[in-house]
């Protein structure tokens, strides 16, 4: 497979040709916004706050769009809320303001002298299109603007990835408190499997950066690993992060027993919660970066079985799971069929006291 | 939904295979943000209403206009790691409805944190990110304690830490030159010598002159350091407020 990113922002950050066994990117500085992408079809979008200024619109046009907007937003009330715990008007209101801000130029207060132009990063019909989508589609906000905010980053998402969600960045305080009592661990491989955004491997590769460690993410998603691609690149972790296509541990054979960590957050959903999902998951978000199978806990065993293979002796791992009942059933597995394989496991809570986590060490 | 969290000093896994603990998150924080800016405002701003979206910074001090006394000989709340801080608090995030994770999208990013041991709340939800409201919740609330909570000042044996040497201009009677360049209200750790210059202040029931005694300064010089601070001014003045004196202007 081969892809070709380009970008219009950061250009210095895109010299260096990323190569890996089966992933090839190209960066060309000082194009154009476009993206293209060959062969296989995947474009990574530009979001939203990324794109030039191109566009000018009056101030009364955007002040008019603005009160528009609002109204749409006050006229869901706790619909949604009530019907699949999705966004009040608050929420949405919230949500109108950063998407001015990631529109707008120099984010106008509205306040101001009616007859000036602002700039912007969209034209104005797309604009009431995207919030359009955004209330009566219940299309994600991250999509509509293209990005999500996630610990330090900001990440490109698109439809056909899974947008981060703060849970997750736990992971990344796990990783570097490990590898901060461990050299070995600091200097050696890791890998994120099913990388998605790239969220968690940019993370962790900032993490290991100061220590010459890497990353290998993989996702089955093209789609996924070319938006992880754009993403390394903006962070200029290209040297660090390298980006391989295929299901869980297959692009990884040449690691086994290699490892110095391993981290996951893999699709952990029982397929029939699936369909009552928050609309904007369930009808926005990749199914397959969703559904765990049965019990939702098909990619976190085989992940289990895996680890055992790929860690190297004291590497460590953590993954993330839909709750208490799942890490308790990882656990057991772990002590189980794997004895021997794992030790120092543990469970940790997420921000809301959730048990999100089991971490350990291969023996 | 308030949940408690309590924070490890360390990330200690030291487990055996047939004995799994369960643990609340280790998390570090980075100061990235002046500490100061916030609480430029001249009255506590409240935490926001559910209608109230325009207003993304917010802070709410549970003891506004009195001080909270504790034990001179504890360690110092604001000299703590940013973790070891964390340990005495207690944190509500988004709240806690339905399981989270993968089931949920939503963008409910304000961060409450409170000290259990004075009561001192922070909260900041103007970022887009639970991760950086989480670190200026911090960050403010170290802040907030420096100005809210005092320590008793044992007057008869009085010598002011290094920290309030350091924001003193260098015409102090006392300061050594040792104590290197003065440092202003932008320096963060101006918030240090900030609390031991109340806690003396406190000591000498307001009085500017008599504190200046103590610092080798005179009123005048006492004076233009508290004004240059909003929050540090406006902490002395409530002082002097509930002692009956005039405030400083
Ligand atoms: C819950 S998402 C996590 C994405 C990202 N790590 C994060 O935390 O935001 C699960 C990811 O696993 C990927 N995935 C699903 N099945 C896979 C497989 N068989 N092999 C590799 N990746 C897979 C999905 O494409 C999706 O990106």
């Known amino acids: 497979m081969k892809l070709t990113l380009t970008s219009v922002y950061r250009p210095h950050c895109f010299p260096t040709l990323l190569n890996s066994s089966s992933f090839i990117s190209l960066c060309r500085p000082f194009c154009t916004s476009a993206l293209s992408s060959v062969p296989t079809g995947v474009k990574p979008q530009v979001p939203l706050f990324l794109r030039p200024p191109i566009y000018s619109t009056k101030l009364c046009d955007l002040k008019k769009w603005h009160d528009w907007a609002k109204g749409l937003a006050f006229s869901v009330g706790s619909t949604f809320l009530h019907s699949d715990n999705g966004p009040d008007s608050s929420l949405l209101c919230r949500e109108l303001k950063w998407l001015m801000e990631d529109a707008v130029v120099g984010h106008h207060s509205l306040g101001v002298k009616d007859d000036g132009r602002v700039e912007m990063r969209v034209d104005m019909e797309e604009l009431y299109c995207l919030w359009r989508q955004r209330i009566l589609e219940r299309r994600p906000f991250q999509y509509v603007v293209g990005c999500e905010h996630w610990r330090d980053f900001v990440l490109s998402v698109q439809e056909g990835v899974l947008i981060p969600r703060p849970e997750t960045e736990l992971v990344v305080d796990f990783v570097s408190g490990v590898v901060s009592e461990n050299e070995d661990l600091k200097k050696g491989a890791w890998a994120d499997l099913g990388t998605g955004s790239g969220a968690l491997a940019i993370g962790i590769g900032g993490v290991l950066a100061s220590g010459g460690g890497r990353v290998i993410a993989t996702d089955l998603s093209p789609v996924a690993v070319a938006v992880a691609a754009y993403n390394v690149q903006r962070y200029c972790l290209q040297d660090n992060i390298e980006l391989r296509e295929g299901s869980w541990f297959e692009p990884l054979k040449d690691m086994e027993g290699r490892l110095a960590g391993l981290v996951s957050n893999p699709p952990y959903i029982p397929s029939k919660d699936i369909s009552g999902l928050q609309a904007e998951v369930g009808r926005h978000e990749p199914r397959v970066s969703l559904d765990g199978g049965i019990d939702g806990m098909d990619a976190l065993l085989h992940l289990c079985d895996g680890a055992a293979l790929m860690l190297k002796p004291g590497g460590f791992f953590a993954f993330e799971t839909n709750g208490k009942q799942q890490c308790r059933a990882l656990v057991d597995y772990m002590e189980n069929n794997r004895s021997g394989s794992f030790c120092n496991l543990e469970i940790r809570a997420d921000f809301a006291g959730i048990q999100r986590f089991v971490i350990g060490f291969h023996q | ?249």
């Open chain 2, 1 to 249: 939904m308030a949940h408690m969290f309590l924070f490890k000093p360390t990330l200690s896994l030291s487990l055996r295979l047939n004995k799994t603990s369960i643990s609340l998150p280790h998390r570090s924080f980075r100061h990235s943000h002046p500490p100061f800016p916030f609480l430029s405002s001249t009255h506590p701003i409240s935490l926001p209403s559910a209608s109230d979206s325009n207003n993304r910074t917010h802070i709410r001090c549970s003891s506004n206009h009195t001080s909270t006394a504790v034990e001179g000989s504890e360690k110092s709340f604001v000299h703590l790691t940013d973790v070891e801080l964390m340990r005495q608090c207690e944190m509500d995030t988004f709240k806690a409805s339905g399981p989270g994770g993968q089931h949920r999208n939503k963008r409910e990013s304000a961060v409450r944190i409170k000290h259990l041991p004075t009561g001192v709340i922070a909260q900041a939800s103007e970022d887009r990110s639970q991760h950086k409201n989480r670190a200026s919740a911090l960050n403010r609330l170290r802040s907030l304690i420096a100005l809210k909570v005092r320590k008793t000042v044992d007057l008869e044996a009085y010598s002011p830490p290094r920290e309030l040497l350091q924001i003193l201009p260098p015409k102090s009677s006392i300061r050594g030159s040792d104590c290197g360049p003065q440092i202003g209200p932008n320096n963060p750790k101006f918030a240090l010598g900030m609390q031991a210059l109340l806690d003396l202040f406190f000591a000498v029931e307001g009085s500017v002159s008599e504190a200046a005694k103590y610092l080798g300064l005179s009123t005048g010089a006492l004076s233009r350091i508290i004004l240059s601070d909003d929050s540090l001014r406006k902490e002395v003045n409530n002082l002097r407020a509930s002692k009956g004196m005039k405030p400083l202007k």
